[in-house]
């Protein structure tokens, strides 16, 4: 498949921002590689990478250089990382889950039930989410 420019794109290979051209409020203008400035989109931030939004934040003269190349250490930052535990069930079997809130997806079915076993590397937001459940029911009684 070609764009606009006749340049072969390979829509496998999904978006690959080029660039953030400009800033308005918490969207950003992103240049696109491999296709043409009239395809620039307007993009909240939560939708860009945070090593691409950390570079230009840094410093907004960055804003229209390219973006930086994304590192391993960058790639695992990018791992799924938990914002909020929003809810707390026991199953039948006493498996205990969580209502896991995933940084950077809003949409609410994006959330997830974990089981507690998946959240051995955030014990402390698991204790203070069960510290203020506790005080929750405490003032119900």
Same mark, same amino acid.
């Given at each position: 498949?070609?764009?606009?420019?006749?340049? %072969?794109? =390979?829509?496998? +290979?999904?978006?690959? /921002? *080029?660039?953030?051209?400009? $800033?308005?409020? #918490? !969207?950003?203008?992103?240049?696109?590689?491999?296709?043409?400035?009239?395809?620039?989109?307007?993009?909240?931030?939560?939708?860009?990478?945070?090593?691409?939004?950390?570079?230009y934040?840094?410093?907004?003269?960055?804003?229209?250089?390219?973006?930086?190349?994304?590192?391993? %250490?960058? =790639?695992?930052? +990018?791992?799924?990382? /938990? *914002?909020?535990?929003?809810? $707390?069930?026991? #199953? !039948?079997?006493e498996?205990?889950?969580?209502?896991?809130?995933?940084?950077?997806?809003?949409?609410?079915?994006?959330?997830?039930?974990?089981?507690?076993?998946?959240?051995?590397?955030?014990?402390?937001?698991?204790?203070?989410?069960?510290?203020?459940?506790?005080?929750?029911?405490?003032?119900?009684?």
């Open positions: 498949m070609k764009n606009k420019d006749n340049k %072969e794109v =390979n829509k496998d +290979d999904g978006y690959n /921002i *080029e660039a953030l051209i400009e $800033k308005k409020g #918490s !969207k950003y203008l992103v240049k696109w590689e491999n296709y043409p400035e009239d395809e620039n989109t307007w993009e909240p931030r939560a939708s860009i990478p945070d090593y691409i939004l950390q570079f934040e840094d410093d907004l003269s960055r804003l229209g250089k390219p973006a930086p190349a994304q590192t391993a %250490e960058d =790639n695992e930052e +990018d791992a799924f990382e /938990i *914002e909020m535990i929003l809810d $707390k069930r026991v #199953s !039948k079997g498996k205990v889950e969580y209502l896991i809130k995933w940084k950077n997806f809003d949409d609410p079915v994006d959330y997830t039930w974990e089981p507690v076993d998946n959240l051995e590397d955030v014990k402390d937001m698991v204790a203070k989410f069960e510290k203020e459940l506790e005080g929750k029911l405490f003032f119900q009684i």
